[in-house]
């Protein structure tokens, strides 16, 4: 038995455990927090879901080159480049910078559903979207809050000047259970939780590479647009070196760790 002595220093040190866990990491403390009906806890390799299931982190370090990264993605990895917010410069991101992109597709197959076996389509929200401005309906994820959350984006946004909304309106789509282009990854339209605005004037990497591969940055969208957008969970794909300017989707966490100031100098 453990004398009174022994037992203060013992109770302390669980205590302060508790409070500080040897593993706590602030990527991670706002993955959690960013998913509460979802996420659990972590440790410091394991992901714990609300259900008791746990997904592995992966290694803290990859040293793939950044094309298999892209295809095999731990959720380590997802904050890998650190995202950018609104009020930074508007400007062509360094090569292979693409916050966001990497993505465990473990993760969000769990997350949201698998659309290919009809997970996703029971999940989806109809949303009323620029309302003022015959925007239509359209449908998104209701898991994490998504609609909700693109619901007051879409009521901000209906308050801009006009000469905006031609960006908005009609919205190049929302849930689609697709790939993304040149790919076998399910594109985070699969999961219904992004959304593609007027493709009109947009601008995709894809559409816009050099016969040698480079990628020419170019961007349309207006930066009030994306403000709103980034001010309630979702990032842009403007930001990336492999740019998809029309394209938003729901990954509240980044936003958080910008806000943070993650990583700091
Ligand atoms: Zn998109």
Same mark, same amino acid.
């Given at each position: 038995?453990?004398?009174?002595?022994?037992?203060?220093?013992?109770?302390?040190?669980?205590?302060?455990?508790?409070?500080?866990?040897?593993?706590?990491?602030?990527?991670?403390?706002?993955?959690?927090?960013?998913?509460?009906?979802?996420?659990? $806890?972590?440790?410091?390799?394991?992901?714990?879901?609300?259900?008791?299931?746990?997904?592995?982190?992966? #290694?803290?370090?990859?040293?793939?080159?950044?094309?298999?990264?892209?295809?095999?993605?731990?959720?380590?990895?997802?904050?890998?480049?650190?995202?950018?917010?609104?009020? $930074?410069?508007?400007?062509?991101?360094?090569?292979?910078?693409?916050?966001?992109?990497?993505?465990?597709?473990?993760?969000?197959?769990?997350?949201?559903?698998?659309?290919?076996?009809?997970?996703?389509?029971?999940?989806?929200?109809?949303?009323?979207?620029?309302?003022?401005?015959?925007?239509?309906?359209?449908?998104?994820?209701?898991?994490?809050?998504?609609?909700?959350?693109?619901?007051?984006?879409?009521?901000?946004?209906?308050?801009?000047?006009?000469?905006?909304?031609?960006? *908005?309106?009609?919205? $190049?789509?929302?849930?689609?259970?697709?790939?993304?282009?040149? #790919?076998?990854?399910? $594109?985070?339209?699969?999961?219904?939780?992004?959304?593609?605005?007027?493709?009109?004037?947009?601008?995709?990497? *894809?559409?816009?590479?050099?016969?040698?591969?480079?990628?020419?940055?170019?961007?349309?969208?207006?930066?009030?647009?994306?403000?709103?957008?980034?001010?309630?969970?979702?990032?842009?794909?403007?930001?990336?070196?492999?740019?998809?300017?029309?394209?938003?989707?729901?990954?509240?966490? *980044?936003?958080?760790?910008?806000?943070?100031?993650?990583?700091?100098?």
């Amino acid at each position: 038995m453990l004398s009174a002595m022994k037992r203060i220093p013992l109770i302390g040190a669980i205590l302060i455990g508790l409070a500080f866990p040897a593993c706590a990491d602030p990527r991670l403390d706002a993955l959690v927090a960013a998913y509460p009906d979802r996420l659990a $806890s972590y440790s410091d390799t394991e992901l714990v879901w609300k259900d008791g299931s746990r997904m592995p982190l992966g #290694t803290r370090q990859s040293t793939l080159p950044f094309a298999e990264r892209l295809d095999r993605a731990s959720i380590r990895d997802q904050f890998a480049i650190p995202y950018p917010l609104a009020s $930074s410069p508007f400007q062509g991101p360094a090569l292979d910078s693409d916050p966001g992109r990497l993505r465990n597709e473990a993760f969000f197959l769990k997350m949201y559903g698998d659309c290919r076996k009809g997970e996703v389509t029971s999940k989806l929200r109809a949303v009323p979207w620029l309302q003022d401005h015959g925007g239509g309906t359209i449908r998104i994820t209701a898991v994490n809050g998504v609609a909700n959350q693109l619901e007051k984006v879409s009521r901000e946004l209906d308050r801009l000047p006009a000469a905006m909304i031609a960006y *908005l309106v009609p919205t $190049s789509g929302t849930y689609n259970c697709r790939p993304i282009a040149e #790919t076998n990854r399910l $594109s985070v339209h699969a999961f219904g939780a992004a959304i593609d605005i007027n493709a009109r004037f947009g601008d995709y990497w *894809l559409w816009s590479k050099r016969p040698d591969g480079a990628v020419i940055w170019r961007n349309r969208i207006p930066k009030e647009i994306v403000e709103i957008f980034e001010r309630h969970g979702f990032i842009w794909g403007g930001r990336w070196y492999h740019n998809d300017t029309p394209h938003f989707e729901y990954r509240p966490e *980044l936003i958080a760790l910008a806000k943070q100031g993650w990583p700091r100098e």
